[in-house]
């Protein structure tokens, strides 16, 4: 198999992102303006089609399209786009189908329902599928396979005002999204044991990883997370219950994505797990049972989506059952199947939709006599139905005619030669007796036109034509299967079997044999079947599933979530609800056992000389151990105290670093000492005001007292001298062992500066910086949001004798609880005019710090933090009302063109070709300025200084509680 690289593989790029961004484009749409959004839907996705057919003279000559962009060279990440035949047939299912649920969709949604919220979401999970279909990596795959599971658990919710469509969606999430992890895991003991995670290398390594002991282990996660996305045995439960969503979900979920997503899986790695017993009784097994079950529950189901997602769960069963015969021809029947599925099943639920739409109803027993009110959309209906029966001349009939054949030739065990045979024909018996079900109660008998909520008519016409094409399609390939689609077939399947198709044949007429034979005894056995259960039904008796009509897995679920809620609110009781100090001491504890598990062997000091004893840094530690312990003495006295005397440790950690050359971060502990000391301060003022110790106390409370303050004691002392012993043995390693000279050798050539802490930060380990801003983004968030509702209780405020003799105006300010705690500080303690001087100060020391970052001691995050600092003493000597006015900051809005720099800044070097993140520099020769020196960097370090204001500025402000606008607007920033 060829590989082909260069510019005719770059509109994969435009398959994967162009329904993502179409997505955000729609979401932005207003809500009325449901045409436009449905036209951006449809185009995008008949573009990506197009794109895609295009493609297919290559796929048809066995060429691999490939497009690749590194990431991290040096760890093998990348995103790494595949094209070859498979994932070219699955690509045309999901965009071709695709078109027509929104044709569809524009029709069935009704005015009330917000129609581009609809589409952004439908867009998001066709770009997710396409990403899981063109996945060249195991872990991109692993990614786009938990997006699907996210946008259908969205889409299945979209009327999340009824219950129903809630506990669906949330059972989809849990079920699938608990096997998508199982799956990463899979992918990763997969990798591993080939030791890369690229496609094309697992591929071709399948005798190795069949071979390797951790082989069992990769097959069982994998197979969760096929079984559970497919709805295979013991996982189908959750799909008829996802029957909630609009019926243009479940008709794009059930022909094209979603649960053949599954399905998907266990055909691309065929070549790599198949072949093994393993596989076999698993995968076979599971195929078989949900086969034979599914069909059989599907007879008894009144609605007409939920037999219709219970026939998905038997055909999918049936593709699975292929799949796990490790015969390299049922493979090529399984992707035919396939195909065929996806274009009857697809216009079976739109068939359904329009009888629901026009009639107000889904219920079988209340719908009769539709093809006289009907007709155009029951003929239409009946010959997809005959196409899921397996009826000769359509597609339906040539796939199960393959399967029969499969399991009829099958050499196994003498058991399974006659039971597999017998079972396929008994599956054949139930599909035909439900699709007879479908088409003969609802369409024929006496007029259901007074029984139904609305009167039935015909849809409209283009509402219909999805439907139209699609049945027009199983036609075609079922009369002309090999000029219709045969070269499709070939391509596709050629991949799946490993390169080497075996000789089948698509014609239509095969003589009398015995898979033909088969065919026929379903074809009779399931009009038998038919007629039984109508005729208990004109009894009256109710039609209920005899053996298996109890057992329902919702209720094993739903058991399962209450016993998972009840673990969690008795650990929420008894663990959360202990307080903060025990919470605190817990993670302590649990940290130095970890520690001390990991280096209980001994902590490897190095043989670095050591600097000779100097008197000074010595009075310096004294004093920095002497306030710590002071700070934690006066904290049960007098928190102010305790506050300064930590400041005054924190300041010994300072000079610290000046001591031993590190002035980056002397300068970022300094400015992180006042920010957090100007945020205790904040803090400090919420909380209960110590009252004085009266009565006489139990000598048991006082014994406890004396065992809680000796425990912590003990705590302390383990943790720090724990973490002393640590930095003793970094200080004294070895320096040409550490990844020091790597930095300090590369910094300038590579990346452009003489600051090696900030080179470090904004190049080498910019991704690492990255997750940092969004951490802190996700903090002030949250600060916000917890605080934004809680306001202390009212008060009756009280001028002091100093306070009264202040001008009456001011006094006015100090008694109004607004303006209160704003202004008192800087009225009492420092001139409001002399700390707004501080403002212009700080904001040229930090443009300063900015400026500078990358050849000297700065960088955006100290410039944030000295910003900051300059703000919030605006808002505590002057209160909101006045830094409102006057500054105009938006802490909201900061946080948000911060994370959008840096990521701009990362996904610039990427699209150029670059690896993520990548810093270039450019020497510019201006007119007046002359030579100067520009660094991609830059942009980067400016996202992380407007991260660090505005994310600084909203836990402070939060905490103040001094914020006008969230008093007046909840969602203000």
């Not at 009225?827 to 710090?849: I, K, S």
Request: charged share 10%; net charge positive; aromatic share 10%.
């Amino acid at each position: 198999m060829r590989r082909h690289y260069g510019a005719a593989a770059m509109p994969l790029l435009v398959l994967l992102s162009l329904p993502f961004l179409a997505s955000l484009v729609a979401a932005t749409v207003p809500t009325r303006a449901r045409n436009w959004s449905a036209l951006l839907a449809g185009l995008t996705a008949l573009a990506c089609a197009v794109v895609t057919t295009l493609h297919f003279p290559a796929i048809a000559r066995g060429e691999v399209l490939r497009q690749r962009f590194e990431w991290v060279p040096s760890l093998g990440l990348a995103l790494e786009l595949r094209l070859d035949g498979f994932a070219w047939m699955f690509c045309m299912l999901v965009l071709g189908i695709g078109t027509l649920v929104v044709l569809y969709a524009r029709y069935y949604l009704s005015a009330e329902d917000p129609a581009p919220r609809f589409f952004a979401f439908f867009l998001a999970f066709m770009g997710a599928m396409v990403g899981v279909v063109l996945a060249g990596n195991l872990l991109q795959l692993a990614f786009f396979w938990e997006l699907t599971s996210l946008f259908s658990f969205l889409l299945i919710g979209y009327w999340h005002h009824r219950k129903d469509a809630q506990r669906g969606a949330r059972m989809a999430l849990t079920v699938t999204g608990a096997g998508g992890l199982c799956l990463l895991a899979g992918l990763l003991v997969l990798g591993h044991i080939v030791g890369t995670y690229d496609l094309d290398t697992v591929l071709a390594s399948g005798a190795r990883v069949r071979a390797h002991a951790l082989y069992p282990v990769a097959l069982g996660l994998i197979l969760l997370g096929a079984f559970t996305k497919s709805a295979q045995f013991p996982f189908h439960f959750w799909l008829p219950h996802a029957m909630a969503a609009p019926t243009p979900v479940s008709a794009y979920l059930h022909s094209a994505t979603m649960v053949k997503a599954g399905v998907f899986l266990l055909a691309r790695l065929w070549p790599v797990l198949s072949g093994t017993e393993s596989w076999f009784w698993l995968v076979g097994g599971a195929g078989l049972v949900t086969l034979l079950l599914c069909g059989y529950l599907a007879l008894f189901q009144n609605d007409l989506k939920g037999l219709l997602a219970y026939s998905t769960l038997s055909h999918l069963g049936l593709i699975t059952l292929l799949l796990g015969l490790n015969s390299p021809l049922a493979a090529v029947a399984a992707v035919f199947h396939i195909m065929n599925h996806a274009t009857f099943k697809a216009s079976l639920f739109m068939a359904a939709g329009i009888i629901d739409h026009e009639s107000g109803t889904r219920d079988i027993r209340r719908l009769s006599g539709l093809f006289r009110l009907m007709p155009i959309t029951a003929t239409l209906a009946m010959v997809a139905s005959a196409a899921m029966a397996g009826v000769p001349l359509l597609n339906g009939f040539l796939s199960k005619e393959m399967f029969f054949a499969e399991t009829v030739f099958l050499q196994a065990s003498p058991l399974v030669e006659w039971g597999l045979p017998v079972a396929a024909a008994l599956a054949g018996v139930f599909s035909v007796a439900y699709s007879l079900r479908f088409t003969v109660n609802v369409f024929f008998g006496p007029s259901c036109a007074g029984e139904v909520p609305r009167v039935p008519h015909e849809p409209p016409r283009w509402m219909r034509v999805p439907v139209d094409l699609l049945v027009l399609v199983c036609i075609v390939v079922g009369v002309i299967p090999e000029a219709s689609v045969g070269r499709f077939l070939e391509a596709a399947s050629r991949p799946v079997v490993g390169g080497t198709l075996p000789a089948y044949s698509l014609a239509v007429w095969h003589g009398f044999n015995l898979p033909l034979l088969m065919s026929l005894v379903a074809l009779a056995g399931g009009a038998l079947l038919y007629l039984l259960l109508r005729r208990q039904q004109g009894r009256g008796r109710a039609l209920t599933a005899p053996l298996v009509g109890r057992a329902d897995g919702k209720r094993l679920f739903e058991w399962g979530l209450a016993r998972l809620a009840r673990a969690g609110r008795w650990t929420r009781l008894n663990l959360l609800g202990a307080g903060l100090q025990l919470q605190l001491l817990a993670l302590v504890l649990v940290t130095l056992a970890f520690a001390w598990s990991a280096l209980r062997g001994g902590v490897g000091t190095g043989d670095r000389p050591l600097l000779p004893f100097a008197p000074a840094f010595a009075v310096l530690w004294c004093i920095g151990g002497a306030s710590a312990v002071g700070a934690a003495w006066q904290a049960k006295y007098h928190r102010l105290a305790a506050l300064m005397l930590a400041g005054v440790s924190g300041m010994a950690s300072c000079i610290t670093f000046i001591w031993f050359s590190a002035p980056d971060l002397a300068l970022t502990q300094l400015t992180v000492e006042v920010v957090t000391t100007v945020l205790l301060l904040l803090g400090l003022r919420w909380l209960p005001a110590r009252e004085p110790v009266r009565g006489v106390f139990n000598p048991r409370t006082l014994r406890r007292a004396r065992v809680r303050r000796l425990r912590d004691l003990a705590v302390a002392v383990a943790a720090g001298s724990g973490m002393a012993v640590l930095a003793y043995a970094v200080a004294t390693r070895n320096f040409a062992q550490s990844l020091s000279p790597f930095f300090l050798e590369r910094s300038l050539p590579e990346g452009g500066g003489r600051n090696v802490v900030n080179v470090m930060l904004v190049d080498f380990r910019g991704f690492d910086t990255f997750g940092e801003g969004v951490v802190l983004a996700l903090v002030a968030l949250t600060v916000y949001a917890l605080l934004r509702r809680f306001r202390p209780a009212p008060e009756t405020l009280t001028l002091t004798p100093q306070q009264q003799a202040l001008p009456p105006d001011l006094q006015t300010d100090l008694l109004n609880p607004r303006h209160a705690r704003d202004t008192a500080v800087g009225y009492l303690m420092v001139p409001a005019v002399l700390v707004r001087l501080l403002l212009p100060v700080t904001g040229v020391l930090a443009v300063y710090f900015f400026l500078r970052g990358h050849n000297e001691p700065g960088g955006g995050f100290v410039a944030g933090l000295v910003m900051s600092l300059g703000v919030v003493l605006q808002y505590i000597v002057s209160g909101t009302e006045w830094v409102e006015a006057h500054l105009h900051i938006r802490p909201r809005r900061l946080i948000a063109v911060g994370l959008l720099l840096v990521l701009g800044t990362g996904a610039g070097s990427f699209v150029a070709g670059y690896p993520l993140l990548t810093s270039h520099t450019w020497h510019l020769d201006l007119p007046v300025l002359g030579e100067l020196h520009l660094a991609s960097a830059l942009f980067f370090d400016l996202g992380v200084f407007s991260l660090v204001v505005g994310s600084t500025l909203f836990i402070l402000v939060a905490l103040a509680h001094q914020s006008v606008r969230a008093h007046r607007r909840p969602e203000g920033e």
